[in-house]
């Protein structure tokens, strides 16, 4: 710790407030509202400049709500976003998940984002809650913090401003650079679902394939076969040890077992339009948000169809195919008709499969370094602000 910093509980040195909510069933408190009016998980940007709701004078004057003014500093303390931390660039009230710490002379606003951002992680750990932490407004106040002189203050938040923003732009360099390796991928694969000419077909995929629904079950915990489920294909793998079991009779299993070649589609939600491939599946079956395609008509290799799933062609089709609910849904029967380009002759479609992993591998690899590179300034950012606020960063240039 910095020989002679003093820390002080912000509740002593800065006043707090919290905010309300108009009550929904009274219209005239939003109709035509004026007043900018945030909620917790508008609180994740340094600089807030604006609110999705409006609320009206009288809505204002009949809640807890309060106008705090620009510069304000303000805390999610639950939900989604608990613990991000910004700056009201103007006038705005907030609902009662936010916490503002209003402008005063003792503290540069800047200063207070960046300490409460640099300790977000221990408000975190105090917080109480089930799914989503709980953060009071107590707990923020008794939050202890240097209380330092605003030239130091101010040297602080130069010194971030800098290392902040060099890191950003590290960021964003590194994030396009993943986003040409994937574009690359990409327009090698539509290269190949864009040929047309002698030796290619046309075909829907129900003429090629069996396409049927998933099964529905309840998980238990000692079942008899396995029970894949949209939630467990994540970036396009399995972990299988932890997918869970079911209880189905031999019927079932011999209806739904997954086998190697299979496709599973999901059909619904957020994920709609993702596929995996079977390679050595366990003893197991799959949930009914999912869609099983088997290659079947002796005409079609799993993985050149795999390939397909994967095309910005194929994506186009999904996109333009969803509807239902607000996440969309792809069925079985749009699956079905979708038309697909390919070469007769299974073995070109072979010499397609091995190309594309061939450039999938070191594209993969590429990416994993770019997204080792992210971490790594992610965990410097950490390591900059732990430094600031003890006393170790002032009269110190920093390096990206």
Not at 252 to 262: A, F, H, S, V
Request: aromatic content about 10%; glycine content about 8%.
């Amino acid at each position: 710790m910095r020989e002679g910093w003093k820390f002080e509980k912000l509740g002593n040195v800065c006043k707090t407030g919290a905010g309300g909510t108009p009550l929904k069933s009274h219209k005239e408190y939003y109709e035509n509202g004026i007043i900018p009016w945030i909620r917790s998980g508008e609180v994740n940007n340094r600089n807030i400049i604006d609110s999705e709701i409006k609320i009206t004078e009288v809505g204002l004057n009949n809640s807890s709500a309060k106008l705090f003014p620009p510069r304000t500093v303000v805390i999610a303390m639950y939900g989604a976003t608990a613990g991000e931390v910004g700056i009201l660039n103007f006038e705005c009230a907030s609902n009662q998940a936010v916490c503002g710490i209003l402008p005063n002379e003792n503290f540069i606003p800047e200063f207070l984002y960046y300490f409460f951002l640099k300790f977000k992680t221990e408000l975190i750990a105090q917080a109480v809650g089930n799914a989503q932490p709980n953060i009071s407004q107590a707990k923020i106040k008794d939050t202890k913090i240097p209380f330092i002189s605003i030239a130091e203050q101010q040297q602080i938040v130069t010194l971030l401003d800098q290392a902040f923003k060099a890191i950003d732009q590290a960021k964003a360099n590194i994030e396009k650079n993943i986003e040409n390796a994937k574009e690359l991928f990409q327009s090698k694969l539509n290269d190949i679902f864009s040929q047309k000419g002698d030796g290619w077909e046309e075909k829907t995929l129900k003429e090629m394939s069996k396409i049927m629904y998933g099964y529905t079950s309840k998980v238990v915990e000692n079942g008899n076969i396995q029970y894949l489920r949209i939630t467990d294909i994540q970036d396009g793998n399995v972990n299988w040890n932890t997918v869970p079991f079911v209880n189905i009779s031999d019927e079932e299993k011999l209806k739904y077992n997954l086998k190697k070649g299979d496709i599973v589609f999901a059909r619904t939600g957020a994920t709609t339009g993702k596929s995996y491939l079977m390679q050595s599946p366990p003893n197991s079956v799959f949930a009914s948000y999912l869609i099983r395609v088997q290659c079947v008509a002796n005409v079609l290799i799993p993985s050149f169809l795999y390939l397909f799933f994967q095309s910005g062609i194929y994506w186009q089709i999904v996109e333009s195919g969803t509807s239902g609910s607000a996440q969309g849904g792809f069925n079985a029967t749009k699956l079905g008709d979708m038309v697909i380009h390919f070469p007769a002759d299974k073995k070109q479609q072979l010499k397609y499969v091995n190309l594309m992993e061939s450039i999938r591998i070191p594209i993969n690899e590429l990416i994993e370094n770019y997204e080792t590179r992210l971490e790594n300034l992610e965990e410097l950012k950490k390591s900059i602000l732990q430094k600031a606020f003890v006393g170790e960063l002032t009269n110190k240039s920093v390096e990206v």
